[in-house]
């Protein structure tokens, strides 16, 4: 036993052996109150200290008025007076009963008590209170327990490396930092799992089943682990937790029991381990999904786990202890039907048990501890015959059945009979508290009635000691592994002595050998520190001897020698081979195609230097490959390359160090091209598939452009054009790179005959792909023209061209005048009819609001589109006109100097500079020459090169021709009735554009021909105009 007094200025402690070893204060400043260190303990009367000698009364009052004094608590505002007791006349102070420290100061790492101690003359005035503060020390009294001692998982054999299963964790009710929950460990090793815990406040933890390998159920389907939770104790105390773990596959059917519940009736006196009825149920799965245990649930009354038990196996349900009839008393048992899945399913049943009176009642035993406590204690010393204990039986029934037989069952304890149903039990034979300190003493009882009923009790006899035993290490020797770079004070290592007394005598002290400055040595703990940072490098073991010095008289020492091995630290990162790997694979092969490997190093060793691969970030696109941890990369999924053609993504290699270190590079994948798109033919469409051909026209002359396209790229893409049939006399030549139909000889057929050929695009890969088409090729007359035609044709075209570059200026002109003065809109309106009109009976105006009087003003010459106050209408789509560098061109697909001598309006702009013509809807000719509307409107989708001819033919009847620039809305591909706006021009992206072109009906040679040429094949408007909000509604 040691205390320790405080002192306000300085604290001291010296050594004194009287007739045992005490740690004592010197002098204590007056008025300054005492400290005591006690261990706890279930020790009773213990002595704790002189309160009077260790606050120095003796030098506040004379001897004679010191031996007058008298001592007691000041039990006000003290809670743990009564644990403790003070002899008034001398001041000593003893614990009164035992002192549980996690009881006291539950949850507190620090345990503390306050005593007042008042010290009162009887015979003077003088009157003191002395301040006692007690430190509770922890003792490793509590080992950690786990709430179930076992545990069942199930874990499927897909789950992944690194899965961790929560589970629950220990509890350890010693709080201090030494005694507490330290850690857990799996065994066997060689097991595929680990632990990982965080620690609670509260001294619960938080723990997690680590799976560190793959798993494989058809290797090995089930694996038995033992967890032991260990507190700081030297030797540590543990609790165990077995788990149970299987290994299956998929789970997705419950057990069922044929019934909701069963009902069953026994006799009281059934024997035990007797089996009163069987439960079966079934699983529809197969495999350890269908393999059944049963078991009684935990959460049910504990009176029916306690007398019965169920087999897991058979589902045979027996008697485990026996059972008293209990009138209207019925056990509902919770039965339970698990599978062994990787997710258990589960199916409840009750089973009613009901019990039957025979008649005869059970002894029932009753203990009595003449100590007092719950385990009774004797000195080894104790003499033959000694008591310990006193036994009292019942048993209500009469005659043979309340004739009562005891015996016990004990090494060292006898029991001897007092009365007809009392005992006591005795010492038997002589007691060695270092040979067996702790005694199991079992009582047995039994009647004599047919059959014999019994019961049975039991309790624990110590055996105080006498001190005659040195500290024995627990280990021959320590020899730990420390990582370099620790912390100054780092916990290296715990040594503990274990001393065969108890008490004082039991009290080791750690002390090291020799000084040295690695280490430092707690003395009450055993707990090494480290006095330094250690540098393997420098320092690869250290080597020191601990003394464990008991308190004993005269003192026993035990020595051990403690080894350090500095181990190296996780310092270095996975290298991969490369910053960047470039892979390549064809598409559509099949998910889990293997890839490629990529390869990482890392210089560390063991578990530092295993790498583990992943995918880490990929460009905001979903990846479709699959990175193994061993770096191998295969594709999930069947890749196509018309879809996404590149993968870039990064990847990450991660070592098993801990803290792990890890580097990235990129992968970049490119999908290879394979030939599985066929072509497909735009040109002539599966509902545009006829042109009309003349029969005058020239050999060598381009009668239609076939198109295709294909998806796939370079050669998989490159298409061909061949004729495969054809009863055209081989009067047609195909070019098989550019698709251009040229006739090659002159025409034979007669006028209204049909030709037929059938086209083929054929892309270049292989196995080649194809698509056919047909096409139509129908036979006109031919159609004649004078020169003097033709000359009248030019100078309408040029008239024409002059009224488009007057209309230009006039625009401008009357948006100049509406943004200086929007006021006068009367004045501008007459100004704007008489500045319209212009010589060739060309006027321009704004276009009305609604519909109703566009009628009449179809007769009038007007130019229709909208003007962009930045830029020039951008078209992409090569088969729609094009305007850049304020020049809109007109593109035609070659250049021609065969002016067409046909009157009739059937001339397709692809063929127009041949006598070919294509209706547009693959109808015939006679189609073509039905009564049309007066306004005629022709849209352009092929391009037109530059610096060629723009001609169009207007018949007899047609008053004018309309070209239009607008954007088609939905369901309405030709000519709008209302130009575009400004406004709307911004609202609308314009994708399909055409031209309107209305020309007043004039005097011209009937059959004359109308031929518009632009310069370089280009119209260039007056200078842009930047449209303001002034010129929203202005429109040409």
């Given at each position: 036993?040691?205390?320790?007094?405080?002192?306000?200025?300085?604290?001291?402690?010296?050594?004194?052996?009287?007739?045992?070893?005490?740690?004592?204060?010197?002098?204590?400043?007056?008025?300054?109150?005492?400290?005591?260190?006690?261990?706890?303990?279930?020790?009773?009367?213990?002595?704790?200290?002189?309160?009077?000698?260790?606050?120095?009364?003796?030098?506040?009052?004379?001897?004679?008025?010191?031996?007058?004094?008298?001592?007691?608590?000041?039990?006000?505002?003290?809670?743990?007076?009564?644990?403790?007791?003070?002899?008034?006349?001398?001041?000593?102070?003893?614990?009164?009963?035992?002192?549980?420290?996690?009881?006291?100061?539950?949850?507190?790492?620090?345990?503390?008590?306050?005593?007042?101690?008042?010290?009162?003359?009887?015979?003077?005035?003088?009157?003191?209170?002395?301040?006692?503060?007690?430190?509770?020390?922890?003792?490793?009294?509590?080992?950690?327990?786990?709430?179930?001692?076992?545990?069942?998982?199930?874990?499927?054999?897909?789950?992944?490396?690194?899965?961790?299963?929560?589970?629950?964790?220990?509890?350890?009710?010693?709080?201090?930092?030494?005694?507490?929950?330290?850690?857990?460990?799996?065994?066997?090793?060689?097991?595929?799992?680990?632990?990982?815990?965080?620690?609670?406040?509260?001294?619960?933890?938080?723990?997690?089943?680590?799976?560190?390998?793959?798993?494989?159920?058809?290797?090995?389907?089930?694996?038995?682990?033992?967890?032991?939770?260990?507190?700081?104790?030297?030797?540590?105390?543990?609790?165990?937790?077995?788990?149970?773990?299987?290994?299956?596959?998929?789970?997705?059917?419950?057990?069922?029991?044929?019934?909701?519940?069963?009902?069953?009736?026994?006799?009281?006196?059934i024997n035990v381990s007797t089996v009163i009825m069987v439960v079966s149920a079934s699983d529809l799965d197969q495999g350890r999904n269908g393999d059944i245990f049963y078991r009684l649930s935990p959460h049910q009354e504990v009176t029916n786990l306690q007398h019965f038990s169920i087999n897991n196996k058979t589902g045979e349900l027996y008697v485990i202890k026996p059972i008293q009839y209990v009138p209207g008393q019925v056990y509902k048992i919770i039965v339970e039907a698990s599978d062994k899945g990787d997710q258990p399913l589960t199916s409840q049943t009750f089973v009613h048990v009901s019990v039957t009176d025979v008649g005869n009642r059970r002894p029932v035993i009753t203990t009595n501890l003449l100590s007092g406590l719950d385990i009774a204690k004797i000195s080894e010393f104790a003499d033959l015959g000694a008591v310990v204990a006193h036994i009292a039986v019942e048993d209500p029934n009469s005659g043979r059945n309340g004739e009562i037989d005891c015996w016990a069952e004990a090494d060292a304890f006898s029991l001897q009979r007092l009365d007809a149903k009392e005992f006591k039990i005795v010492v038997s034979q002589s007691l060695d508290r270092e040979m067996q300190e702790r005694h199991d003493v079992k009582v047995m009882c039994q009647d004599n009635g047919t059959p014999p009923l019994n019961d049975s009790d039991s309790f624990v006899v110590l055996v105080d000691d006498v001190n005659d035993s040195p500290p024995i290490f627990t280990s021959l020797s320590y020899n730990e592994e420390v990582f370099e770079n620790n912390n100054f004070g780092e916990v290296l290592v715990q040594v503990h002595a274990s001393d065969g007394d108890i008490g004082h005598n039991a009290m080791v002290l750690y002390y090291s050998r020799s000084d040295n400055n690695y280490v430092n040595v707690e003395a009450l703990s055993g707990i090494i520190r480290a006095n330094m940072s250690f540098d393997r490098e420098t320092t690869p073991t250290i080597e020191f001897e601990v003394l464990a010095i008991d308190q004993g008289e005269p003192a026993q020492t035990g020595t051990v020698t403690v080894t350090l091995t500095i181990k190296d630290v996780n310092d270095e990162a996975p290298v991969f081979s490369k910053p960047v790997f470039v892979f390549e694979i064809s598409e559509n092969k099949h998910a889990g195609t293997n890839v490629a490997q990529i390869v990482a190093t890392d210089r560390d060793e063991g578990d530092n230097s295993k790498i583990a691969y992943s995918i880490v970030s990929g460009q905001n696109q979903m990846i479709p490959f699959f990175l193994f941890p061993n770096g191998q990369i295969k594709s999930d999924r069947e890749l196509d390359r018309e879809v996404q053609s590149v993968y870039d993504f990064i990847v990450q290699a991660e070592d098993m160090g801990r803290p792990s270190k890890n580097s990235s590079a990129r992968v970049k994948i490119i999908v290879l091209d394979e030939n599985d798109n066929v072509p497909v033919i735009t040109a002539p469409s599966s509902t545009n598939n006829s042109i009309s051909l003349s029969l005058n026209t020239e050999i060598g002359t381009r009668v239609t452009i076939i198109r295709a396209f294909d998806l796939d790229e370079k050669e998989n893409g490159l298409i061909r054009y061949f004729i495969t049939q054809r009863n055209d006399s081989d009067l047609f030549e195909l070019n098989e790179k550019t698709g251009s139909l040229i006739l090659k000889r002159k025409i034979s057929q007669k006028s209204g005959e049909t030709i037929v050929l059938d086209l083929m695009a054929s892309d270049q890969g292989k196995p080649r792909l194809t698509t056919t088409r047909m096409l139509f090729i129908k036979i006109t007359s031919p159609t004649y023209f004078t020169d003097t035609i033709q000359r009248n044709v030019i100078i309408v075209i040029i008239l024409l061209a002059v009224t488009a570059v007057c209309s230009g200026a006039i625009i401008i002109i009357i948006c100049v005048l509406r943004r200086n003065d929007r006021e006068r809109k009367d004045k501008e309106k007459e100004i704007y009819k008489q500045a319209t009109s212009l010589e060739g009976g060309v006027s321009v105006f704004s276009l009305p609001e609604d519909d109703s009087t566009l009628g009449e003003k179809k007769k009038k010459k007007e130019v229709s589109f909208s003007l962009d106050d930045e830029d020039m209408l951008q078209i992409a789509d090569p088969n729609q006109l094009s305007a850049k560098n304020n020049n809109l061109a007109l593109e035609k697909p070659f250049e021609s100097k065969n002016f067409p001598k046909k009157q009739d309006d059937n001339h397709s702009i692809v063929s127009g500079d041949t006598n070919a013509s294509d209706s547009g809807r693959g109808g015939s000719d006679d189609e073509n020459h039905a009564p049309k509307p007066p306004h005629t409107t022709s849209t352009f989708h092929d391009p037109i090169p530059q610096k060629s001819w723009f001609e169009f033919q207007r018949p007899q009847n047609r008053e004018m021709q309309t070209f239009s620039l607008h954007r088609p809305g939905p369901g309405s591909p030709s000519t709008s009735s209302k130009p575009a706006s400004y406004r709307d021009f911004l609202s609308n992206s314009v994708s399909n554009v055409q031209i309107h072109v209305t020309a007043e009906k004039t005097h011209r040679p009937k059959n004359g021909l109308n031929n518009i040429s632009f310069d370089s094949g280009k119209f260039s408007p007056a200078p842009t105009i930047d449209i303001s909000q002034d010129y929203r509604d202005c429109v040409v």
């Open positions: 036993m040691f205390f320790k007094i405080m002192e306000s200025t300085s604290v001291s402690r010296n050594f004194v052996m009287v007739f045992m070893t005490v740690w004592y204060s010197s002098a204590v400043v007056l008025g300054q109150g005492v400290e005591y260190y006690l261990p706890e303990g279930d020790q009773t009367d213990r002595f704790i200290g002189n309160v009077a000698s260790d606050a120095r009364l003796q030098e506040v009052v004379d001897n004679t008025e010191f031996h007058n004094l008298r001592y007691s608590f000041l039990t006000t505002g003290s809670e743990y007076a009564s644990l403790f007791s003070i002899d008034e006349h001398t001041s000593f102070l003893y614990t009164v009963g035992a002192l549980d420290r996690e009881t006291i100061c539950e949850f507190s790492p620090l345990c503390v008590l306050y005593l007042d101690v008042a010290a009162q003359s009887t015979m003077g005035s003088f009157f003191k209170k002395i301040k006692v503060t007690l430190y509770i020390e922890d003792v490793n009294d509590n080992a950690p327990i786990f709430d179930n001692p076992s545990i069942s998982l199930t874990i499927s054999e897909a789950v992944l490396v690194g899965t961790s299963i929560t589970i629950d964790g220990a509890r350890d009710r010693d709080t201090s930092d030494h005694y507490s929950l330290q850690s857990y460990n799996v065994t066997p090793s060689t097991s595929p799992f680990s632990i990982k815990f965080l620690k609670n406040l509260d001294s619960t933890s938080v723990v997690q089943l680590l799976v560190k390998e793959a798993l494989n159920r058809e290797i090995q389907d089930f694996y038995q682990i033992t967890v032991t939770a260990e507190d700081g104790g030297s030797p540590p105390k543990s609790g165990i937790l077995k788990a149970n773990i299987s290994i299956s596959d998929v789970n997705d059917n419950s057990p069922t029991f044929g019934s909701s519940f069963y009902n069953i009736t026994v006799r009281e006196d």
